[in-house]
């Protein structure tokens, strides 16, 4: 892990959001996000120990999944160094089955700020 962002870096960034501005609980919710696609592509290296700048957006929110994207930058650069991210669908805990009603308004409603300059904002579809 060392010299190395992986995953983990953004999961935990996308967990926290979805955990402080959601109320997402994974003891009391009956419903979790599992991870149906991840990627990262590394545009620098990082420097370990450091603090990093992260920024979290939403690509896309479908039915019952959502995708999200990370941009990792070093603490006071400007250069991004990774851009991750995955795709998380939205299912009933205990039979892991999509969700009828799709992903629970309390998860897309606080996510809709993140949707700026997405192929689903509307500012970016009427360009």
């Known amino acids: 892990m060392f010299h190395h962002l992986n995953n983990p870096v953004y999961d935990s960034i996308i967990n926290s959001y979805l955990i402080q501005h959601c109320g997402y609980s994974t003891s009391s919710w009956k419903q979790i996000g599992l991870v149906a ?18 920024g979290l957006r939403v690509v896309r929110m479908g039915k019952s999944s959502i995708m999200y994207e990370v941009a990792v930058f070093q603490e006071g650069s400007e250069q991004v160094k990774a851009i991750g991210g995955f ?40 360009l």
């Open 37 to 54: 696609n991840t990627y990262c592509d590394y545009f620098g290296a990082a420097q370990y120990p450091g603090m990093l700048d992260v």
């Open 87 to 126: 795709t998380q669908i939205w299912v009933d805990k205990a039979s892991n089955k999509a969700l009828k009603d799709g992903v629970p308004k309390e998860i897309k409603e606080p996510l809709q700020p993140l949707l700026k300059r997405s192929e689903q904002d509307p500012a970016v579809a009427k």
